[in-house]
């Protein structure tokens, strides 16, 4: 049995002790969260939230891509969120690999060298002032003033905010 059909066995559990219920699809806290793929970081546990009360958007490291302002995007003008909570993590696989190092290896194997950045990143702290910066920086996301981004130890489980000054707000 592979770890999929094992999942979908779960679901079956899952949906059976539940009552049906109807959410509204606009995350009643009005917030998206910008995360890391990260299997250690149970974002609903971690943050406290429930069904239905945030958008919560994944990829390996929690960067800012274009994907993710898109997903953004949608999320203020079609799903009514307003504030974004970035979260990036210690230890992240993201630390382990360089840009040019994943590159080349991609190349290598496939003949090909991707066309999208690998964002790699060696100091967490520059990283989410980065991440925050172009939320902050996009057009595209509607609502920028609630922006805010932090580092959550896959340890501890504590979150600890990083502030950074915007001397170029628009
Ligand atoms: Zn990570």
């Given at each position: 049995m592979s770890a999929i059909d094992g999942l979908i066995a779960n679901n079956r559990t899952f949906a059976q002790s539940l009552p049906e219920r109807h959410l509204d699809v606009r995350p009643s806290l009005r917030l998206a969260i910008v995360t890391c793929?990260?299997?250690?970081?149970?974002v609903f546990s971690a943050l406290g939230l429930k069904d239905g009360q945030a958008h919560i958007i994944r990829n390996a490291g929690g960067v800012i891509t274009d994907d993710a302002i898109r997903s953004l995007a949608i999320s203020q003008r079609r799903l009514g969120t307003r504030e974004v909570m970035l979260v990036h993590h210690t230890n992240?696989?993201?630390?382990?690999?360089t840009d040019d190092g994943f590159r080349a290896e991609l190349q290598a194997a496939t003949g090909v060298a991707p066309?999208?950045?690998?964002?790699?990143?060696?100091d967490i702290d520059a990283d989410v002032s980065q991440s925050i910066l172009r939320v902050r920086r996009?057009?595209?996301?509607?609502?920028?003033?609630s922006v805010r981004g932090f580092i959550y130890d896959?340890?501890?489980r504590l979150l600890r905010e990083v502030h950074v000054e915007d001397e170029d707000p628009h």
């Open positions: 793929m990260d299997s250690r970081l149970n992240c696989g993201m630390q382990t690999l066309a999208f950045a690998i964002e790699s990143f060696v996009s057009r595209f996301v509607e609502h920028r003033d896959v340890d501890t």
